[in-house]
């Protein structure tokens, strides 16, 4: 059995290295969750501001345009946004294979966070006319291409610094803590357009939610600076000598990791897809199809989605727990087949104009994206090894995410204009998650096993010693 050092990082850390077993020791899992959590919090946060002001902004940016218009340009940033994030991911992923996991995380939420500040401080395009809204883009922009590096990059994280039997409820905190950030960016417009009336917006609270991503992110950064060195990311430096040979960095090729995890690649880009359509479809875009097909109001609109969305982040661990449990195999088919059964029903639902009605047909949207994303942070990951995890997970996760993803309320509301059928909506997730679910047929099953390549990692010394004496310990030698 082989043992080898980790460095003195994780020594410092409370990791432990039994033969070629991690001990991952509570108070350092603490600081990884708490970590990743925040930057999560934080780049959503953004995106249910926005998402939230969407029918609020167009006058701003764009006055002497029709409603219908505003709106298309407005979800047309968000998708810009997203179509920056496979360079930022792959830049970003590279960078974390690198130099490390724990300082591309520190340096993707300054940049998310900084461009999240800057758009409350634009100047309206009264001021500074047609150059307004050509900034907003620029920043949308730079926000998609540093968020390209930010979830990816904290998932590698966390998944490589969790208890392989755990590592369903652990990963799944990202996912709430992005719902959450969603919501608390939700809440903070709807409490505004509550408290002080939409006219109120949109002289000039709309800056609210986008200045205050100043402290919120101080507080994030200071969390994440307590983080150290994922384990399996240590034992990969010491494996190649880092050090040792005078270099302080690993040798990454992102060319040939993308080639030799080409089958990996094709899974994320398909699971993403079928989630994130359903996901994005129903945070970012369905306040504002309440409020242009169903015709509520915008407060209205978002009063109806923001408890779901409270709920939905609450439920993503225990979710993941439940991954844990029967295989991620499982639950995925679950999801996938409650969208491809009651996608029609829930919309029909949501158009009843029944105020119950609304509730329970977006509840029923809301419950599989739950189970969708509650499951796939730990399922991404785990496809591939942690020499070009990150550049690997950067690139295919946001590729799709850039073409499914962040253009999913684009693609949705010009179907429902194209065809004049509400239903579109439906039809398209619907087709998303066959798609999905045929994917899930050909996934292999990674709960409770170890990383691809990496050593196991576990809770008690204990565990080390049975997994180290029965042979069973991945050999990790050179």
Not at 56 to 85: E, K, N, W
Not at 204 to 228: D, E, N
Not at 311 to 320: E, H, I, Q
Request: glycine letters at 12%; charged letters at 15%.
């Amino acid at each position: 059995m082989t043992t080898h050092s980790t460095g003195p990082e994780t020594q410092q850390s409370e990791l432990l290295e039994t033969g070629t077993v991690n001990v991952i020791r509570k108070p350092e899992l603490g600081r990884a969750v708490r970590g990743t959590f925040v930057g999560n919090v934080m780049e959503w946060y953004d995106v249910g501001a926005f998402g939230y002001l969407i029918v609020t902004l167009g006058p701003i940016f764009l006055p002497d345009a029709d409603p219908s218009t505003q709106v298309i340009f407005l979800l047309g940033t968000f998708a810009a946004t997203y179509l920056f994030r496979p360079l930022g991911g792959m830049f970003f992923g590279w960078l974390g294979d690198r130099i490390g996991r724990k300082r591309v995380l520190f340096l993707t939420l300054t940049l998310v966070a900084a461009a999240t500040f800057l758009i409350g401080l634009l100047p309206d395009y009264g001021m500074i006319g047609v150059s307004a809204p050509v900034l907003l883009v620029l920043l949308k922009v730079l926000q998609g291409f540093s968020a390209g590096g930010e979830f990816t990059g904290a998932l590698t994280y966390i998944t490589e610094s969790s208890p392989d039997r755990k590592r369903g409820f652990y990963a799944a905190f990202l996912d709430g803590g992005s719902y959450l950030g969603f919501a608390l960016g939700a809440v903070l417009v709807t409490a505004l357009q509550v408290g002080f009336g939409q006219q109120a917006l949109e002289d000039g609270l709309w800056r609210v939610p986008f200045l205050l991503a100043g402290p919120l992110a101080v507080v994030a950064i200071y969390i994440r600076l307590k983080v150290t060195e994922s384990p399996q990311f240590t034992a990969e430096l010491a494996l190649a000598g880092v050090g040792e040979t005078g270099r302080e960095h690993l040798r990454v090729r992102p060319l040939r990791s993308l080639a030799e995890n080409w089958r990996g690649i094709v899974m994320v880009i398909v699971l993403v897809a079928a989630a994130n359509s359903a996901g994005y479809a129903f945070t970012s875009y369905m306040p504002t199809y309440l409020a242009t097909v169903e015709q509520y109001d915008a407060v209205q609109s978002n009063l109806l989605t923001v408890p779901l969305l409270l709920l939905m982040a609450c439920s993503m661990p225990f979710v993941g727990m439940l991954s844990d449990r029967i295989g991620r195999k499982p639950v995925l088919f679950i999801a996938s087949g409650w969208v491809i059964v009651l996608g029609i029903p829930a919309f029909l639902l949501i158009g009843s104009g029944s105020t119950l009605g609304v509730l329970l047909g977006l509840a029923l949207v809301g419950a599989p994206v739950a189970l969708y994303m509650g499951t796939l942070a730990s399922t991404y990951p785990a496809l591939f090894p942690t020499r070009s995890r990150s550049t690997s997970l950067g690139f295919a996760y946001n590729i799709s995410i850039a073409v499914f993803g962040g253009t999913a309320p684009l693609v949705i509301d010009s179907l429902i204009r194209w065809s004049g059928d509400d239903l579109a909506a439906a039809y398209y997730l619907i087709g998303m998650s066959v798609v999905g679910m045929l994917a899930v047929v050909f996934l292999a099953e990674s709960a409770r096993k170890p990383l691809l390549g990496s050593a196991p990692n576990v809770e008690t010394d204990l565990e080390a010693q049975e997994i180290n004496e029965s042979g069973l310990a991945a050999d990790r030698s050179p």
